[in-house]
């Protein structure tokens, strides 16, 4: 079977004869991989001009129910793709992680879009900055989707998650992406992607797939494209200075291999949990997909004293990874993607060996099922450096199940060596030593893109060293390649363009669609709590009558709260105050300024949702009389759930007032209102 490539809204048989993929298990040819003939000036032209522009006629909410519809709709797919997965060599296990987390980053990135992004084509960054002293000239950051495609290079030995993890943001941003899976497992990658496709949740163009070799794609990018690579620091480096993505500026982000570490703390003694908790993450990150993890453990670093005793342990724990067919349920370690991963992850061991590491124990490497020539299997095998300054563990990495031990004399040279490895996606240090971990945390941050610090305390919950998980950055300097994926908010802005505008506090609002401080507003006879959700307008307003604050209402509000603070309550302490007389309460001006505003009667204002970004500006005392403005900030729907009354969140600005004209609070309140629907 020849893989297809589909491109500009066709698949695509490339008549070219191609690689051959073989099964990692029993060596048995798969399919022939080939992009020769594909067009990629097309593909590009195609996604700018047909799968831009239709993703980005819809919001961010909208394109994340699109992701969350995608999600669910492979997630009723999945027992076909962990069948098709066992080929790559992958356990059941392993492919949880490649295929449920890949769904899950999905699912992730639409919960993430609907509670943190508002219902708009477009994201505003920041609140206004005065850039005058009248407050007529204001600047703000916008961020717009960019207007090109998204090409994501990614690594063999994640085919799902690699792919899903990289187009969630840029999806949910509005940009389309062209996908280049590795040719060793583009088949299991081009299994769920034809899923998607047939889903037909996505418009047209918003994804593409190339199988085989990127050709001349890179020649036909421009400054509003961009790429995002996960592999090798050398190919990385070398896709990094393409002339043309030099020439136009074109961002690329690469997610390179690298040579991460484990630190067992000092102050940990072989029967303590933390003990434990580090043999077993050592031993599950060496045999977890083979080895074959960016994240990894490459380098097992402890101290000096323990290092027999850790070395024994690892031999016990390891010693019970069964090697074989994957899809046996009493296999726990697969084989490499293939024989020829296997060949290179043994001649990186022979290096190591030639440059003073020695092999401190080797898996029996007997088979239950699969071919043990044509099959990638390779059992567990543990190095050790005595020398570990002058280790080659610290520059070559076999991308397999193999890590070295390397004993530290303090915690000085176990930071040292950490940061030996010229930069990490991530490294874990294993403590119940609070000060030992702060130490050992603060010497490595700089070298790391993440850092597990296990305990006793989170080692249930926590989701181990080698999990990438989308609310965090997923990236690391150096080695590492300098780049971040996932990250939450930060993953989607990588798509979009920031751009800071300047303007006055009118315009301002009709381009954010939100009240802005200073801008113009509309008053109208009707109360705005009186209004649906849909009739109400950005900047309407409501000036209160005013209310003049006497003794009996600062007394009244400390018999009701029971907060006696002597700056309202003690006179005398009062005048040696800041405030040099008796103040009202703060609290007491949110609940005035609510009494001044709030309609009492039933209507659309359903409930008060909440109350952010109290300042309060000035004291108010004895016989000051207060007013207070009510404004419309901001709209954002809500999707009914089945049977529920459609509402939508509003966001309104108050402003509390004094006599004199003089602000004395401003904040905001949300509030849950009816629509018409």
Known sequence: MKLKSYAAGVWFESPAPGVVVRDAVWGEPIA??????????????????????????????????MLRALAQYLLERKE???????????TRHDSWFDIDGGIGTFFSYASLARRELP????????????????????????????????????????????????????????????????????YLTEAVFRAMLESKILPEGAIQLVCGSIGDL?????????????????????????????AHSVPFNMEADSLNCAILGQTVEPGDPEFGLFVKEVAREMTVKAGQKCTAIRRVIVPRGKSE??????????????????????????????????????????????QGCEVA????????????????????????????????????????????????????????????????????????????????????????????????????ESTGHGSPLPPLVHGGPGRAGGGEELGGLRGIKHYLQRCAVQTDPTTLMVLCQEYVRGAEVKEGPIHPFRKYFEDLEIGESLLTHRRTVTEADIVNFANVTGDYFYAHVDEIGAK???????????????????????HPAPGPVLANYGLERLRFIEPVKIGDTLQARLTVKSKTAKDPKPGERPTGVVTWAVEIINQEGRTVALYDILTLVARRG
């Open 218 to 246: 890179f020649d036909h990018l421009s400054e509003q494209d961009s790429v995002t690579f996960t592999g090798s620091a050398a190919t990385g480096r070398k896709l990094k200075t393409h002339p043309n993505l030099v």
């Open 576 to 598: 040696d105050s800041i405030f040099g007389e008796r103040v009202a309460h703060g609290y007491f001006l949110i609940s005035a300024a609510a009494g001044l505003f709030v």
């Open 361 to 460: 124990w080797e898996g029996s490497g007997e088979l239950l099922g699969g071919d043990p020539e044509k099959g990638g299997f390779m059992p567990p095998t543990l190095l050790y450096s005595a020398k570990p300054w002058d280790s080659a563990a610290h520059d070559l990495e076999p991308f397999g199940p193999v890590a070295t031990l390397m004993p530290y004399e303090d915690l000085d040279e176990a930071v040292a060596l950490a940061r030996r490895g010229r930069g990490s996606l991530v490294g874990s240090i294993v403590t119940y030593d609070r000060e030992e971990a702060r130490r050992l945390f603060f010497g490595c941050a700089t070298h790391h893109g993440r850092m597990l610090i296990l305990n006793r305390d989170n080692a249930k």
């Open 309 to 354: 005793a850790v070395l024994e342990a690892l031999k016990q724990e390891l010693s019970q990874a069964t090697l074989g067919d994957p899809s046996r349920e009493d296999v726990r370690m697969g084989p490499l993607v293939g024989a020829g991963q296997r060949a290179d992850v043994l001649e990186v061991v022979r290096r190591l060996k030639e």
């Open 119 to 186: 219902n708009e084509r477009f994201l505003v960054e920041d609140d206004p900055l005065a850039l005058s002293k009248g407050g007529s000239f204001l600047g703000r950051h916008l961020l717009v989707p960019k207007e090109g495609v998204a090409v994501h290079i990614n690594a063999y030995n994640f085919p799902v998650w690699g792919m899903l993890e990289k187009l969630a943001p840029g999806l949910i941003a509005g940009v389309p992406a062209i996908v280049k899976p590795a040719t060793q497992t583009a």
């Open 32 to 65: 022939e991989v080939s992009s020769e003939g594909l067009d990629f000036a097309e593909m590009v032209r195609y996604a700018r001009e047909v799968g831009g522009p239709a993703l980005r006629r819809h919001t961010f909410h909208e394109r994340a129910a």
């Open 80 to 90: 076909a793709f962990y069948t098709l997965s066992y080929k790559t060599g992958a």
